[in-house]
């Protein structure tokens, strides 16, 4: 919120700097944005009077100037402006002055005749119409009402300001006003709060006769507050209220508006004015509206309403959205004569819902949205009706109209005083907490026993309790109060859960074999899943997605890491990064019901990506092997059937009948699709399945007594016949003195037979009992081959 | 063939022999150089056919009376040459091994060979010092979904519907009560319900808000929730366990300073701001010259969010805090950029996991 400590200054005395008085309020919970120092906008321009004018002599379009600026000598200045006229008043920028517009004049020669800076355009000081009268006029800037040459222009234009843009956190919807921050201000320098008195002078008359209000929807609407004025002398408003609001942002319209604008700014109520012609039937009610009813807002924009919105609406339709914006017909005219001025408290979560429902946001829906103080709508009405005096902009009729259910009484909490100091930890003296609150305008004695008695004024909503309280007190006590103390109790490493620490031993084996983990967005692409060629029905494709996602592009929760993956891989790939081990571990996403009903599944799940002259599908195979030995558990691995990898290098792994991997090399239309020019390794791992594996306590093993009995066999077999099964034959055949099976060599092509492959294993045989002979092993050897002959495996002679 | 042929002389020739023998052998054994030469000197002095062995033999022919001596001498003359045999070659085979060191000698200076190994995403580097931080003061750490319901992201955490403070965040919304989670203090709630005090606990994690992409704004972001629970926690305990943060993290002279704030789940709230690591609190372009970097929001736990868990504010007080684990990433390693971070060039996720 932008407020102008000029502004403030009418309120509070501030008299330390603007730095100082910004840290101070930080520190007592008034977040400052930022602070603007309108007098550094420009520099060394002042006024200046023309006392010579004469043509350039080589220039037909230059005119050459002597201009007083309150000093012995005039200063020359060479113009090509026409609208300049011996006597007139004019901004001059000096040599080595800087203007608003980021310009920085020094002096020089014009056609040979020198010139010492330059005469300004109010388009050059950066000024509007409203901000001073004649500055959009083409041409340079004739100054009013006779500043003194040699005056500084930032005081002809009220720069010496500073605009303080201050947070204002949600809790404190009192503080979005003036008045509210300057009350702050108030407190923590210690000093008075002069808030205006509201004073005005009526005509008689009475209100009764001009208007009829009514409420029927008294839960939306708590209080309904109106006055009418009449004979309206609508024209500007003076300037410092001009100054006022164009501080805060806003831009002046004439008198009335401005006084409304100028109170929901001075005191946080939003006010709104109708003008009484378009009233029609002279009534307004306060009433959801009615289904289908519409309204063109001042905006210019038609809105269809529904029944949970309410409006203020005359005898044929609605006037205005309740405390959102008015209706294009009740605006302010300069004709306008009698308006009638509202001031209201509206629900504020209904306020909230219409505005954004509606697609609306003003300054008087973010102040109704965070809550407004139910017996401030008079307050303001009264300040509203003093600067109609003051302005002399109209004949206020007598009465009011307001309208309300029981007001609610001021709340009363009391507190132990010790309470507060046990939550802050700190000793703080009970009557400072007394006095604190007491300037807050909180109410507050101290009763013998120390028990704090604190009336709650009606703006002070957020006020609920002694945490409360606490840090009222402790914010205008000073945080630095606050001393840490080293953390108490029981002493005991805290505990990681199983999975955490599972997953953690898991990233180690990847950064082992050389792998770098990576992070990606928990959403992607709705298309993303297309590029993978899953069937229609494919489980991966039962994504949730987000109902105000950023763009298309981050709308979906995955149900899988492979497409993220792909796409950093890409990334890689094309900034020739030349070799890439990469890996996540994330959640995918799986929904029991689409649209989800309940949350989705989290499934832990750890995602690899790889490629490089050094890759293929059995270094790939290598760190899935690795990692899955961590369940110490059989992993069986099969040929599978994914559509986004090459039909004929990837697999599955299974423990038990649980599928816990799925991992081979990327289907080159895949890779066509991530742009990836060369072979991609990809595994999925589910992280639930291989932590699911009850793990077995480690046991030693002894260490083998007795040498073992090597073999060789080299086999010749049906190119097809997977490795696998041939070693499971020889496992079953081998009995329980076989002790390892190994391949060492896989051959085809010159002296192999077409179609055919050449296996070899090196099998290891030993007893724990002996030094086995050879004629010892003879009998499981000949099982052995008498076993892979049935599975049509020969010995290679 | 022997260089001494001995025949049947007499007993003094045969010892003018051995003695001539002594020197030539003696001689010759000194200028051997290879281990070749070596085991020619011993055959041709020691062999079965070797000189030594041919003058025992010819002792046949010497007087009864003097074979003892003679033989005596021989043996002498025998185990004076397998001494100096064995020394020769000890000196012979330390001599060889030089020379091999020597032709061995590389270039140090080339380099190692090595088998890489890979690393941690920087934010998990970072993460995992905060864990261990916090588990050394025993804090556990828990986990939560990242799709939450409406209840555990706002409404138990004192934020109802329409409360103006969730307009505090933007929410990504999945169905009308299911969201991805704005904050991890979700995870408080959900901890709550589940366990008694005393409660300490972190919760790291996933975080959502609909921020568009720039270089200091991602809607994917990563915060660490802290939670403690107990009898008589204050906010000095809060400060405390932050300033031990604080300390290990930037280093033993930060100094923690409290801002009062507000979040709907904590009163009194603050923001913590930490003394500037890289000017020490002077102001510099880091902490934009104020000296102090905003690092985490805290603050009491908010009695109705306790209350909302079945857990007494009158007998219970806690704390609970949120670390932006992104923004303490990219300050560590000065990371201009947080797109960086989910961009995952490999030649960005090299640097940090050392």
Redesign the interface.
Known sequence: MLISLNWLKRYVDIDLPVAELCDRMVMSGFEVESITDLSQTMSRVVVGQIVKLEKHPDADKLQICQLDIGEAEPVQIVTGADNVFEGALVPVALHDSHLPNGMHIKKGKLRGVPSNGMLCSGEELCLKESDYPGAEVYGIMILKDSPAPGTDMREVLHLDDYIIDFKITANRPDCQSVLGVAREIAVVLNKPFNAPRPEYTTVGGNIHDEIKVSVEDTDLCPRYMGRIVKNLRIGPSPDWMKRCLKAAGMRPINNIVDITNFVMLETGQPMHAFDMRHVAGNELCIRRAKPGETITTLDGKAHTLTPDMLVIADRDEPSCIAGIMGGENSEIEDDTTTLFFESAKFRRDSVRRTGRALGIRTESSGRFERGLDIMGASYALDRALQLICELDAGDIIDGTIDLHDALPEPRTLTVPAQRINDLLGVDIPFETMVDILNRLHIETTLSADNVLTAKIPSFRDDIEGRADLAEEVMRIYGYDHIIGTPMRGEVARGQKRPQQIKTDKLKRLMIAQGMYEIATYSFISSKAVDTLNLAENDVRRQAVTLLNPLGEEYSTMRTQLITSMLTVLSTNYNRKVPAARLFEASKAFRATTLPPTEQPEEAPVLCIGMYGKEEDFFTLKGVVETLLETAGEKVTYTASNEPYLHPGRQAEAYIGDKKVAVFGELHPDVSAAYDLGTRVYTAEIELNTLFDVEAKPVLYRALPRFPAVERDLALLCDADLPVAEIEEVIRKAGGKLLETVALFDVYQGNQIEKGKKSVAFNLLFRSSEETLSDTQIEPAMQKIIKKLHEKGCDLRS | MSPFPLHKKEGKEMQEKLQALKVQALAELEAVQTPQELEEFRVRYMGKKGSLTELLRGMGSLPAEERPKMGQLVNELRQLLDGALTERAGALQKSLQEQKLKEEKLDVTMPGKT???????P??VVLNDV?DI??????????G?????DHYNFEALNVP?????R??QDT????EN?L?RTQTSAAQIRTMEQRKP?I???CPG?V?R?D??DATHS??FHQIEGLVV?K?V????L??????FAHEIYGPDTK???????F?FT?????VDVSCSECGGKGCRVCKDSGWIEILGAG?V??RVLSGCGIDPEEY?GFAFGIGLDRLTTTRYKISDIRL???????F??QF?K
């Open positions: 088998k890489p190994i890979g690393g941690l995403h934010l998990n864990i916090f588990q050394s003061m025993g804090f556990d750490v828990v986990d979904p990242e799709v939450e319901t519907q329409d409360h103006p403070a307009d505090m990504f919304y999945l169905a299911l991805l005393p300490r606990i972190i996933r959502f609909a568009e992409v809607p994917v107990d008589g204050t906010m000095c305990d400060k405390g366990v932050l300033e031990q923690v300073k409290f801002r009062p704030s507000f709907p009163e009194p709230s603050v923001e009491m908010h009695p007080s971070l989910f961009e995952n060039d490999l030649r996720l090299e996991d």
